[in-house]
């Protein structure tokens, strides 16, 4: 089998907005050195002086040195036909692939990655990165971060791993399906390969197990693998990409218990790869009036400073999704919802069955009747109640608890207990996070039409 071994020194840390200022190949025929290439690259660009005096390589060496197009040839027949590997492999690919990209050539050869060989293959050292490594085996670079200097290296841990490697994991992460290639370099298989396909919570960890990122996915697995598909030509990516060293997950039995799950993670971690989360305002609510004929009316708003709405959400198509389902539940008119123009028509069925209130077809009595249920309905999402939805088993629900409308928590319980004690529902919840981003969670739940969800006031 046929190797190149790859390393490669550049202006920064983006294959998209960087470019390579100097690679070193040594190529392995059956585990031996058959040849080796250097050279410095013109990378078209300053390289920035923490990168010099990282890598000693400076803006006059590289003046009339050749540029990538000069040397492609070269490169493409040293790497081509071979796997290539390297030291944290994504990231010398990523550049590599991007350049021949821009000459309008597909270059894919298969790689491999020492980070992960090392991990599987050279378990309980304290670090992998290539200069600790080379510590651990008494093996002192000569030139560290130039481009030959760690080559010859990766080159003799590379032989050393093909020593070691009586079960063929080479072969294995050589295999397409493995992922292995695109696995990030310090996160053990195992961790991925034991992941369940159901939806929930995932949550990636950094040195020292430090929470780095929390998502939500409907199914785990594909999510998380989605992660490390694709390129990672981005610099924000490859740094994301090495810092992942753990992963765990939390099943959740319903997209509203992830969505709280996840938000509640961020606010207990605030994970620096997250972005975020944006402090939510509550800027429009619905307001209910009576008109000059007696018809019950309601409107959506901004609202203001001493404007007491019937509730407020965070942005008006909430409201608006929120007031189309009372709307539909309780026969409305759309026009006295202020969900149509007044200078037509209602839409009959859109919004459920308009009974001509509009029109003067049915007494203001009977309308108001089935407004104050629907205005009832609205404020009593200021109250204590719980919402209740599927869980995992037949014999169990997900609930939610909010007490005068301020979340506190969220869990499983079995559907025998009494659903109608505060106290005994207490008993089954984890506490958690009220602030107006859960809200806007909540909100935005009970406004989709669903049947899953069920509201149970307790007061």
């Not at 944006?278 to 000059?292: A, C, E, F, H």
């Amino acid at each position: 089998m046929k190797f190149a071994i790859v390393d490669i020194e550049t202006t920064g840390g983006s294959a998209k907005t960087n470019a390579i200022t100097e690679i070193a190949i040594i190529r392995l025929e059956d585990g031996k050195e058959i040849d080796r290439y250097e050279t410095l690259i013109n990378p078209n660009r300053l390289i920035p002086p923490k990168i010099s005096s990282l890598t000693g390589i400076t803006n006059e060496m590289v003046a009339d040195a050749p540029e990538f197009h000069e040397v492609a040839q070269v490169i493409w027949e040293k790497t081509h036909d071979h796997v290539f590997v390297a030291h944290n492999v994504n990231f010398d690919y990523s550049f590599i692939r991007e350049q021949f990209a821009l000459l309008g050539s597909q270059w894919r050869p298969k790689r491999l990655c020492t980070v992960r060989l090392s991990r599987k293959l050279i378990p309980n050292l304290y670090s992998y990165s290539l200069g600790k490594i080379a510590d651990q085996l008494g093996y002192k670079i000569l030139a560290r971060h130039r481009a030959m200097g760690d080559c010859e290296f990766t080159a003799v841990l590379f032989q050393l791993l093909l020593e070691k490697d009586n079960e063929e994991h080479i072969l294995f992460s050589l295999n397409a399906r493995s992922r292995e290639a695109t696995m990030p370099p310090h996160l053990m298989r195992d961790r991925f390969d034991k992941m369940p396909t159901t939806q929930g919570v995932y949550i990636f960890k950094g040195p020292g197990g430090k929470v780095i990122y929390v998502g939500k996915a409907n199914n785990l697995k594909d999510r998380v693998a989605d992660h490390f598909r694709g390129n990672t030509h981005t610099g924000l990516k490859s740094r994301f990409s090495e810092k992942i060293e753990d992963l765990e997950w939390i099943e959740c039995p319903n997209e509203m218990i992830a969505l709280l799950t996840e938000a509640n993670q961020i606010k207990k971690h605030w994970p620096p790869y997250n972005r975020l989360m944006k402090r939510v305002t509550l800027n429009w609510g619905i307001y209910s009036y009576t008109d000059q004929k007696g018809y019950k009316r309601f409107n959506i708003g901004r609202v203001g400073k001493w404007d007491k709405p019937v509730f407020s959400f965070k942005n008006k198509f909430e409201a608006r999704t929120r007031l189309e389902f009372l709307c539909a539940k309780h026969d409305l008119c759309a026009r006295f919802c202020g969900l149509q123009d007044q200078g037509v028509e209602c839409l009959d069925g859109f919004y459920g069955e308009c009974r001509k209130a509009c029109l003067g077809k049915e007494e203001s009595s009977d309308y108001n009747e089935r407004f104050n249920n629907a205005l009832e309905e609205l404020s009593q999402l200021g109250k204590t109640m719980i919402i209740k939805g599927k869980g995992f088993k037949e014999d169990e629900s997900s609930i939610v608890l909010l007490e005068d409308g301020r979340y506190k928590g969220h869990g499983l319980a079995p559907n025998s207990i009494d659903f109608e004690s505060l106290i005994e529902i207490k008993n089954w919840i984890d506490t958690g996070y009220d602030d107006q981003d859960i809200q806007s969670v909540i909100m935005s739940q009970l406004s989709k039409k669903s049947s899953e969800l069920e509201l149970l006031i307790l007061q």
